[in-house]
């Protein structure tokens, strides 16, 4: 088991997460067997979250800290994968720790299904002092991503580990995304290698982490973008999962003002058939006044979740 952990690095991207980084990084340091190194890109931080982290590393060899000027999460995930040693690059946020045994298990798939890219467990939604398990697909093994992704899900970031020379050949995260970067390498990953899962939640992520990509929305400025990806010979599934994603990106621009971006999104993904309930969101949303929006959006969800509620 040693021998295989010993091919993990873990990666850590960091921007003013000064509260919760050391609770991120001793999670990973309590873990039995220990990863072969913890690298932490300080992403321009202003809090002295950098500052926590040097303290750490200068008591611990195997974390590295790599300060960078801001250029966002993909930027510095990209540059701690480049840096890494490892074999497999085991991903966590700043906000999320992980629970003992979450390197085990990753070890024990990587073992048990050795072809695939992309690793993957169970997870806790943490809100305070709520936690409920995440709602992934319950089964152990090499699932269907596209599939499975429609309904569930499969891969978020802090409970993921990927092969690292197929990262490296797919490019990494997009740069300058703000929202999806994580989805857009995720579609990558699944029409070129294998995902295997274990629903054993082992991860707790954060809700109202410090700075989730949703909650502080400008707009992009990025030479990527989903619709690249669309691809009208596939038979995977992907495209639908794409829709997914860029509609549920669209209302929250639309939400924050993006109206433009949102209908972008709404005109290029129309062709979706599993996501027409979002795609309206989307244009209703759109054709009422910005200051309204936010609103009618918590009204049109909470009146969906009593709905379902009742089995209507």
């Known amino acids: 088991m040693q021998r295989v952990a010993n091919k993990i690095s873990v990666v850590i991207p960091l921007y003013n997460k000064r509260e919760s980084i050391a609770h991120a990084i001793s999670s990973v340091v309590a873990q039995t ?3 072969r190194e913890i690298i932490v890109v300080d992403d321009g931080s202003t809090d002295g979250s950098g500052e926590v982290v040097e303290a750490l590393a200068a008591e611990n060899p195997t974390i590295r800290i790599i300060h960078q000027s801001n250029k966002g ?3 510095a995930r990209n540059r701690a994968i480049e840096a890494a040693t490892g074999e497999y690059i085991a991903l966590l946020d700043g906000d999320d720790t992980w629970r003992e045994g979450y390197i085990a298990e990753i070890c024990r798939l990587i073992t048990t299904y050795p072809d695939c890219g992309a690793y993957a467990t169970g997870f806790y939604v943490v809100d305070g002092s709520q936690r409920v398990v995440g709602d992934t697909p319950q089964c152990e093994g090499e699932v269907d991503f596209f599939a499975e992704a429609q309904r569930h ?4 970031p802090s409970a993921t ?3 690292r020379s197929l990262v490296l050949r797919l490019g990494g995260f997009p740069e300058g995304m703000r929202m999806g970067e994580d989805q857009y390498l995720w579609v990558k990953i699944a029409r070129n290698a294998k995902v295997c899962i274990s629903p054993t939640p082992l991860v707790e992520y954060s809700r109202s982490g410090e700075n989730r990509s949703a909650a502080i929305y400008t707009p992009e400025e990025s030479a990527y973008s ?3 990806l669309y691809d009208p010979s596939t038979k995977d599934g992907s495209n639908e999962y794409l829709a997914r ?3 549920g990106k669209a209302l929250v621009q639309s939400v924050k003002g993006g109206t433009a971006e949102a209908r972008r999104a709404a005109e290029f993904f129309g062709y979706t058939r ?3 309930r979002a795609l309206r969101k989307v244009r209703v949303l759109n054709a009422l006044p910005v200051s309204w ?3 009618a959006l918590n009204i049109y969800n909470h009146l969906a979740w009593l709905i379902a509620r009742k089995g209507l």
């Open 33 to 35: 067997p220990a990863p």
């Open 73 to 75: 999460v993909s930027a």
């Open 153 to 156: 899900y499969v891969l978020i």
């Open 161 to 163: 580990t990927l092969n």
């Open 226 to 228: 989903l619709d690249e």
């Open 245 to 247: 994603v860029a509609l």
């Open 274 to 276: 599993l996501h027409r």
């Open 293 to 295: 929006r936010a609103t």
